[in-house]
Structures are given as C-alpha cells and as structure tokens.
C-alpha cells in the first residue's frame, strides 16, 4: 500500500510539473566551459556576461558600476571580464555585490577590492569563503577577499540615482545567497537560485529545497519581467522561473512522500526519479546532498 500511494504521488507531481511547462520553452542552456566571455545587453544600462564561470551582471550608472559576481579565480578571468566591461561603460566599478560563495562566482572579489569597489554580500557568506581551496592546477589563485558590506535580511544601494535592492529571503543554493533586484528595470539576478543545466543543493553550506521555494515566491512577488540566471545563456522570463520552482516543488514532494513511506537512505535517490526533471550529471548524488535532502524529507 506504501508503495502504491508513492507511485500515485509521483505520478501526480509529474503531470503538475510537465502539463505547465511543455507550454514554456526551456531556458537557453549555459555556453561550453571552454567559450570566451562575451557581454550581451539585457535592458538599457544593464549587461550580463557569460562565459568563464557563473554570469556576471553589470548595471551603469552615471556614478559609477554595480557589478554582481566574478567568475572564476585568476588574473587573466579578472582582466578578460573588465575587458569586457570596458566595451559598454569606462566608469569605475563602485560596488561588486556577491550571491554567494562558489569560487565560479566570488573568485575575484580581492581583485575588486583592491580596485576600491565595495564587496557586499550576505552576513554568512564571510565565513563560507574560508573554505576556499584553490584547485591543484590553479597556480598562485588568490583567495576570495571577504565582503566589506554585509547585510541580513535586505539592503540597498544607491549609486548614481539608481537604486539597487538586495534581499535573503531564505537558505536556498546556500546559506547565504544574494536576491539582487534592479527595480527601475524590472530585472532580477538569481546567482545559482537560477541555472539552466541543473539546480545544485549545497547542504555543506546550508542549502534548502523548501527554503529556495520561498526564496523563489518571493522574488516572484517582486515587479520584474527579466531574471539573470547564476548559469545560462539567456535571462529567463518568469513562467521559466515559475517552472522551475514547480520542479524544486515536485521534487520535494517526491522526497517527502518517499520518507513518508519508509524508503531506506540506499533506495531514497532510485525512488524520486529526479532526472526526468533535470539531466543530472552521472556523479550528482554523492553522500552530501542524497543526506540533506533525505534529512530535510523528514527520513530516518
């Protein structure tokens, strides 16, 4: 009987998940590992470049840059990314906002720094950067400097008559993600809250399937018609984001109802049929995040 409400379970968040999203097209996935950077408007004054790690967001300003994220560690990534920079805005960068910690996204942030930008970030992520190993073929790669201005739940900056709206609704990809919100534009960047390929559930650093639901309902209650994913070749509209939350949705329900009905850790994976939600890649579920999540399912 367990395993006949399971399958009924399944079946039913499936057909929830798949009966919305065949009428909303896929998000462009992200360009190869090996592609260039290259920069790309998203609305007048904003950019987001692709390319050598997670996106980078660049919002000008008559006073100067806010730009969100850093891509990958290393000199050459940094100075390809403000060659880029260059090609749309010769004001300095005042702010460079982190959505969190993975070195695709904060490796760069001493770089920045010395540059006198001021790294804003969440409260948690200073110490989610200690963990910071550089790779065995990384060389000389700098540490991540840690953020100059924290903030909790919300802060805001101004620059140039433009105000940019950061929030941390809940623990998601990490525990410390960023929500950046671009009001006058009606654009949200995500960092990895968004990505194209596969959503990434970093319990080592506190992340939380039910937490990046709210976190993605409340974004979705903000004005914007826009959102830069953390990876992804294209911003996403918001029926692709209401998609997505309904996956993490759908998952979670599988998750719950798999731990409701006594499924071992061994057999807990096998028994959500996750990838006819996402391609995960072959070594996904290592011990880490088949433990959170079967932890945060309620199993024992």
Not at 282 to 287: E, G, R, S, V
Request: aromatic fraction near 8%; charge should be neutral; charged fraction near 15%.
């Amino acid at each position: 009987m367990r395993a006949i409400r399971l399958g009924l379970a399944v079946a039913l968040a499936a057909f929830a998940t798949s009966a919305f999203a065949a009428d909303v097209p896929a998000p462009a996935l992200p360009p190869p590992p090996t592609a260039p950077q290259a920069i790309k408007p998203v609305k007048p004054e904003l950019f987001m470049v692709t390319g050598a790690g997670g996106n980078v967001t660049v919002r000008v300003t008559p006073a100067g840059l806010v730009v969100v994220d850093g891509k990958n560690p290393g000199q050459q990534v940094y100075d390809d990314l403000m060659a880029q920079i260059r090609t749309v805005s010769q004001e300095p960068v005042k702010v460079m906002i982190v959505t969190h910690h993975h070195a695709d996204h904060s490796g760069n942030t001493g770089r920045f720094a010395a540059a006198d930008a001021a790294v804003t970030a969440h409260k948690n992520l200073g110490g989610l950067l200690e963990r910071f190993t550089p790779a065995p073929t990384a060389g000389n790669t700098v540490p991540p400097t840690k953020p100059t201005v924290t903030y909790d739940t919300t802060h805001t900056v101004s620059l140039g008559g433009k105000s940019v709206r950061l929030f941390h609704y809940a623990p998601a990809h990490t525990g410390a993600d960023t929500i950046v919100y671009f009001p006058d534009l009606k654009v949200v960047a995500m960092g990895d809250e968004l990505n194209a390929a596969n959503p990434n559930f970093d319990y080592a650093s506190g992340a939380s399937v039910g937490g990046w639901i709210r976190s993605l309902d409340a974004t979705l209650g903000l004005d914007w018609d826009r959102a830069i994913p953390g990876h992804g070749a294209e911003p996403w509209t918001r029926d692709q984001v209401r998609v997505f939350r309904g996956k993490l949705q759908t998952l979670l329900d599988r998750a719950r109802a798999s731990a409701k009905a006594g499924t071992s850790k061994a057999g807990f994976v096998a028994s959500l049929k996750a990838d006819d939600l996402w391609s995960f890649p072959a070594n996904f579920w290592n011990a880490m995040r088949t433990d959170g999540l079967y932890a945060e399912a309620g199993g024992q």
